[in-house]
């Protein structure tokens, strides 16, 4: 069993910048992808950014060029650097580890971005 837990969320102007990490309690080596999935109030779970174990990754075209996915196997940790924050990026984010029919999810971090 995986645990994940997120930190890094906060308040920030818009045009500012956040840093959010996940950070696994076992190996993500074992995880065939990580992502960051993200909830806005009134609106569906969607997917922000995902990369595989073999470091490809990909972005929703709404944070494309603005959010860097990455991710740090010897500290178990995956990060989502994001910049040229905007209102519309105001969500609970969370992370997702998938292996195979597996899912596990953290407990969430709040961005909130104030125009």
């Known amino acids: 069993q995986v645990q994940l837990e997120e930190s890094g969320g906060g308040l920030v102007q818009a045009g500012g910048s956040l840093r959010l990490s996940c950070a696994a309690s076992?190996?993500?080596?074992?995880?065939?992808?990580m992502g960051w999935y993200r909830e806005a109030p009134g609106k569906p779970r969607e997917l922000v950014a995902t990369?595989?174990?073999?470091?490809?990754?990909n972005y929703a075209n709404s944070v494309k060029g603005r959010f860097t996915i990455s991710r740090e196997d010897a500290k178990n940790t995956v990060y989502l650097q994001m910049n040229s924050l905007k209102p519309e990026d105001t969500a609970v984010y969370y992370c997702?580890?998938?292996?195979?029919?597996?899912?596990?999810w953290g407990q969430g971090t709040q961005v909130t971005v104030s125009s």
């Open positions: 076992g190996s993500i080596f074992s995880m065939q992808r």
């Open positions: 990369i595989t174990i073999g470091g490809s990754t």
């Open positions: 997702n580890g998938n292996r195979g029919l597996l899912n596990y």
